[in-house]
Each structure stands twice: as structure tokens, then as C-alpha cells.
């Protein structure tokens, strides 16, 4: 029966039911597929109720053609085109800092390491 379908072929649907990880379609009278949740639509789906309900016209690709098991993958995301990614922030300049004595900020063992020496001379 899903020897007619093959991966890459998009073809409108009906959303038959819903479940918690993704959608079944009709996608003629006799066969249907699965719209797993991760391919619902771009970006992250906490729930497939707020995208789809049941009777709704989609468009589907079908990504997948399992026919030993009679099963057919379908996205529905991949028949819309991605979002544009919102243009990268400049980044603010970093405050720069100038050391107003030796003691301030990080210094190296090795700067440090007489100064250590000669204070625990002293004591």
C-alpha cells in the first residue's frame, strides 16, 4: 500500500488525530502517516494542540517510506520555509581597567615571588 509514496514527495493531508509525541495524517483513503512532534513546524513544540487540531488541511513531505511495516514518515516543517535568523547584536566595548599601582589586578608567581620572599623575611 505505501509502495505509491516515496521520500521527497509532498502531498496535502488531513489531520486525523493527536497524540502526545505527534500527528497522524490521511493522506488518501486507504493510507496515513506520522508528523512526529520534532517536525510540527519550526522551533520547539511543548504542545501539538496549539499547532494542529483534528480535521485540519496540511501540507506534508514525506520523509520516509517504511514499507514492511506499512509506515510513512511526514514533516510538515519542511514544507515551510525556515525563519531568518535575527541579525547578530554588536557587542558592547569592554570598560578597560589601568592598574593604578603594582598591587592591583593579577600578577605572575614569578613577578610576585620576591616580593613574598622578602615579606617573609621581614616577619
Do not use: C
Request: proline share 3%; aromatic share 6%.
Amino acid at each position: 500500500m505505501t509502495n505509491k509514496f516515496e521520500a521527497g514527495q509532498i502531498i496535502d493531508g488531513k489531520v486525523t488525530g493527536i497524540q502526545p509525541y505527534g500527528a497522524f495524517v490521511a493522506l488518501d483513503e486507504e493510507n496515513q502517516g506520522l508528523v512526529h512532534i520534532s517536525e510540527i513546524t519550526h522551533g520547539y513544540v511543548k504542545d501539538i494542540n496549539e499547532h494542529l487540531t483534528v480535521g485540519d488541511d496540511v501540507k506534508v513531505k514525506v520523509m520516509n517510506v517504511d514499507e514492511a511495516r506499512n509506515k510513512v514518515s511526514l514533516s510538515i516543517r519542511a514544507t515551510e520555509e525556515a525563519p531568518k535568523k535575527p541579525a547578530a547584536r554588536a557587542k558592547k566595548p569592554q570598560a578597560t581597567f589601568q592598574q593604578e599601582n603594582d598591587t592591583a589586578g593579577f600578577n605572575t608567581l614569578k613577578d610576585k615571588l620576591q616580593e613574598w620572599i622578602d615579606q617573609s623575611e621581614k616577619k
